[in-house]
């Protein structure tokens, strides 16, 4: 029996060969944290050596992770409805994404074990196709202070070269800035960052919950990262349930790309606006709000039913879990979406990528390549 990257194939039905088309096509991931592609099997290494004291091992942690979400009655009115009440599978410990996130950082000790993850990173993204990955990154934790953020993007990068080298893949990293920090702290992280240029460092992101910092904050650290020729993008219309956020990035911030961008359907004018600019908005399907997960998906759905260029990503994949693969399938088999489309969307997440325009029209000709073989044995079988 032939056997896919990601493991054993199924018996040839139509929907196994479909499964298999969607594992083989290659991919870009375009919205992935570095902290969050960590498995409970490295965690649990990295703790263990690091001596943290931890409420349970970590595979149940990992196991349980569960983020509860925002106040519900924020979301009474949307026109996908949220649900109201748990999922059917909540656990009866959760533990929070972002606790989860704290403890990785914390057991991180040194240069080696950035590079280490960084490349595992890589790593089991290339097992589900994944040919090109950008990594948003947090500023340096304070126990490593010592190291800096340049120190930190340097132990990234050689994380990347080290995927370039055993898995002919491409990658770049995303300095995230903290939306819970002042408008003053942004702006010294985003000095700090273009202080010191490196080309696998190709842009600026804002993350961490929506509710905590609106766009309009980081005006002044956007705009140095613009003047500083970086690609911008920020998490958008994902807990704050307007749209507004979403047309204060791109109009505000420059933002080229948005991650997530679900609450954008909230605005006839603006979802006309964004597809007619092709605004890339990078979705994923998976979520730790486990109750959740059903609006994501059908918020997805509208999206690409209104035309709008919804892009494929992983997130969080070590931890919720999931793969750039997994929410493919998710996309074809809860969503929808005919595999015509799904190919698009391959196409479009390197066409939005940030790679230089000579290293793109590469890529974009590899998958298409790639992506013409893939449908030929689809259309054979």
């Given at each position: ?65 569960n983020s509860l979400p925002p106040d519900p009655a924020l979301y009474r009115d949307t026109r996908v409805p949220v649900p109201q009440g748990p999922g059917p599978d909540e656990p009866e410990r959760p533990y929070s994404l972002f606790q989860a996130s704290e403890w ?120 140095l990262a613009g003047a500083a020729g970086l690609h911008r993008t920020a998490h958008s219309s994902e807990h704050a349930p307007v749209a507004v956020n979403t047309a204060t990035c791109l109009d505000l911030l420059g933002c080229d790309r948005v991650d997530h961008g ?120």
């Amino acid at each position: 029996m032939r056997g896919t990257s990601e493991g054993p194939e199924a018996p040839d039905t139509p929907d196994a060969r479909v499964a298999r088309y969607l594992a083989r096509i290659p991919k870009a991931d375009l919205h992935c944290h570095l902290i969050g592609t960590v498995s409970a099997a490295t965690f649990a290494d990295l703790a263990g050596r690091a001596g943290l004291d931890l409420p349970a091992p970590p595979e149940i942690i990992w196991r349980d992770i569960n983020s509860l979400p925002p106040d519900p009655a924020l979301y009474r009115d949307t026109r996908v409805p949220v649900p109201q009440g748990p999922g059917p599978d909540e656990p009866e410990r959760p533990y929070s994404l972002f606790q989860a996130s704290e403890w990785v950082s914390a057991a991180l000790r040194d240069a080696d074990d950035i590079t280490r993850i960084t490349y595992e990173a890589f790593a089991a993204a290339h097992r589900g196709a994944t040919r090109h990955l950008e990594l948003h990154i947090d500023d340096v934790p304070p126990h490593l202070a010592s190291l800096g953020f340049h120190g930190l993007v340097d132990a990234c990068v050689d994380g990347i070269r080290l995927a370039e080298r055993d898995f002919g893949m491409t990658g770049r990293l995303i300095a995230s800035i903290d939306r819970s920090r002042s408008a003053a702290e942004a702006l010294a992280f985003v000095r700090t960052v273009v202080d010191r240029p490196n080309d696998y460092l190709a842009g600026i992101g804002l993350a961490n919950l929506e509710l905590a910092g609106p766009p309009e904050r980081f005006a002044d650290a956007y705009r140095l990262a613009g003047a500083a020729g970086l690609h911008r993008t920020a998490h958008s219309s994902e807990h704050a349930p307007v749209a507004v956020n979403t047309a204060t990035c791109l109009d505000l911030l420059g933002c080229d790309r948005v991650d997530h961008g679900y609450y954008v359907l909230e605005d006839d004018a603006l979802v006309e606006r964004c597809r007619a600019e092709r605004v890339p908005f990078t979705v994923i399907s998976t979520t730790s709000r486990r109750s959740w997960r059903p609006w994501r998906r059908a918020s997805i759905a509208a999206m690409a039913e209104a035309g709008l260029n919804v892009i494929l990503a992983s997130d969080d994949p070590g931890m919720f879990p999931t793969s750039l693969t997994r929410e493919y399938r998710i996309a074809a088999d809860a969503i929808g979406l005919s595999v015509a489309r799904l190919r698009e969307m391959s196409l479009a997440g390197i066409d939005a990528a940030w790679l230089p325009p000579g290293e793109k029209a590469a890529a974009r000709a590899r998958f298409e390549r790639e992506l013409d073989a893939c449908d030929a044995e689809l259309r054979t079988a």
